[in-house]
T-cell receptor, first 115, second 114 residues
Framework: EAGVAQSPRYKIIEKRQSVAFWCNPISGHATLYWYQQILGQGPKLLIQFQNNGVVDDSQLPKDRFSAERLKGVDSTLKIQPAKLEDSAVYLC?????????????FGPGTRLLVL | GQQVMQIPQYQHVQEGEDFTTYCNSSTTLSNIQWYKQRPGGHPVFLIQLVKSGEVKKQKRLTFQFGEAKKNSSLHITATQTTDVGTYFCAVLNAGGTSYGKLTFGQGTILTVHP
């Protein structure tokens, strides 16, 4: 079974530039998550999708971050404009749907450096 | 959401020594999950505990959930260099508007000296 795919793996941009990350979850997984992991900290949930609908985006800085999952499969996360403090690893995870929340499977992450 | 504190932040051991990391909450937890993240890698699910006093083992790893469901521990017996990484506890939100949301602890960074 293929895992969660993310691209790019690494990205270096200057502050105020825009950047987009892509995630393809495990086939059949209805729930998709985007996390931000700052160096030395645990992952922090940015947004959670159930199919193509947003379940939780309470911690997404909506003035600069946006995410979509138009067809309920793959997803993109965008930052526009980027700030220095956005330097982090952006992790995508997916889990199968069901009555009880399932295990989350993480992708390799995109490492973003904002200069 | 449910918050968890993890200690210690760092642990350095000699290969063969034991290692324990603790996860604590001021409120009763519905469940606790443990993840391992290798340096430069991504979190990998290890186990989920849901029952009061539950103990589960995976080879040299022993996971416990406290009787009051406010704390949990991960114990590694006779560490090996392959155990190096950051160990996170996380609480899975099993209800409400944030159904399925994971809240992670700060993690314990384990280094093993050969």
């Amino acid at each position: 079974e293929a895992g969660v795919a993310q691209s790019p793996r690494y990205k270096i941009i200057e502050k105020r530039q825009s950047v987009a990350f892509w995630c393809n979850p495990i086939s059949g997984h209805a729930t998709l998550y985007w996390y931000q992991q700052i160096l030395g900290q645990g992952p922090k949930l940015l947004i959670q999708f159930q199919n193509n609908g947003v379940v939780d985006d309470s911690q997404l800085p909506k003035d600069r971050f946006s995410a979509e999952r138009l067809k309920g499969v793959d997803s993109t996360l965008k930052i526009q404009p980027a700030k220095l403090e956005d330097s982090a690893v952006y992790l995508c995870a997916s889990s199968p749907s069901g009555a009880i929340p399932g295990t989350q499977y993480f992708g390799p992450g995109t490492r973003l450096l904002v200069l | 959401g449910q918050q968890v504190m993890q200690i210690p932040q760092y642990q350095h051991v000699q290969e063969g020594e034991d290692f324990t990391t603790y996860c604590n909450s001021s409120t009763t937890l519905s469940n606790i999950q443990w993840y391992k993240q290798r340096p430069g890698g991504h979190p990998v699910f290890l186990i989920q505990l849901v029952k009061s006093g539950e103990v589960k083992k995976q080879k040299r790893l022993t996971f416990q959930f406290g009787e009051a469901k406010k704390n949990s521990s991960l114990h590694i017996t006779a560490t090996q260099t392959t155990d190096v990484g950051t160990y996170f506890c996380a609480v899975l939100n099993a209800g409400g508007t944030s159904y399925g949301k994971l809240t992670f602890g700060q993690g314990t960074i384990l280094t093993v000296h050969p």
